[in-house]
T-cell receptor, first 112, second 114 residues
Framework: GNSVTQMEGPVTLSEEAFLTINCTYTATGYPSLFWYVQYPGEGLQLLLKATKADDKGSNKGFEATYRKETTSFHLEKGSVQVSDSAVYFCALKGNYGQNFVFGPGTRLSVLP | DTAVSQTPKYLVTQMGNDKSIKCEQNLGHDTMYWYKQDSKKFLKIMFSYNNKELIINETVPNRFSPKSPDKAHLNLHINSLELGDSAVYFC?????????????FGQGTRLTVV
């Protein structure tokens, strides 16, 4: 079945540091890939998405590129802010009406 | 307007009780979901439902049942609550079968069983 693996957290960075959160997936066919963010006490919000190989999703300074050859969708941001502290989920949705599958989440804490 | 709304936001109840969580979406989506998020933030699909098909995660106890009065609503009923049911429950919706569309989530219901 489809699955998503993310780097284990928590990740603690200083403000303005570079962020990478690794995500790899296993899926049949050509899934769509997503990054969701969950701020404390809130639901999940879509951060960015990519629907085919080599697509780059971007939003709020975050980027991720759909790499089919390495089955990866790593999240990056050049300069994190304290307000980026949250839990980040990598997810995929397979073809043929399959459900969304989420990774275990990576907690990011950004210190001033 | 909130796209996916759940009520209540917090629910504290005793073991053995029966409770319901309501979910409504105003996005016109075909498919709705219920997810359970445990204390480690891991998200587990419980159900997906559209007006044609209910898909149940086989690991979900039959004490949990979804009820959909119409396309915009998917409520979650839980019978004989147990301590292990304590978690945050999220409702979500998406437009299936368009595979490239994202899921929209509600704010979650934190269920505490005492």
């Amino acid at each position: 079945g489809n699955s998503v693996t993310q780097m284990e957290g928590p990740v603690t960075l200083s403000e303005e540091a570079f962020l990478t959160i690794n995500c790899t997936y296993t899926a049949t066919g050509y899934p769509s890939l997503f990054w969701y963010v969950q701020y404390p006490g809130e639901g999940l919000q879509l951060l960015l998405k990519a629907t085919k190989a080599d697509d780059k999703g971007s939003n709020k300074g975050f980027e991720a590129t759909y790499r089919k050859e390495t089955t990866s969708f790593h999240l990056e941001k050049g300069s994190v802010q304290v307000s980026d502290s949250a839990v980040y989920f990598c997810a995929l949705k397979g073809n043929y009406g399959q459900n969304f599958v989420f990774g275990p989440g990576t907690r990011l804490s950004v210190l001033p | 307007d909130t796209a996916v709304s759940q009520t209540p936001k917090y629910l504290v109840t005793q073991m053995g009780n029966d409770k319901s969580i309501k979910c409504e979406q105003n996005l016109g989506h075909d498919t709705m979901y219920w997810y359970k998020q445990d204390s480690k933030k891991f998200l587990k699909i419980m159900f997906s439902y559209n007006n044609k098909e209910l898909i149940i995660n086989e690991t979900v106890p039959n004490r949990f049942s979804p009820k959909s009065p119409d396309k915009a609503h998917l409520n979650l009923h839980i019978n004989s609550l147990e301590l292990g049911d304590s978690a945050v429950y999220f409702c979500a919706s998406s437009q299936v079968p368009r595979e490239n569309t994202e899921a929209f989530f509600g704010q979650g219901t934190r269920l505490t069983v005492v």
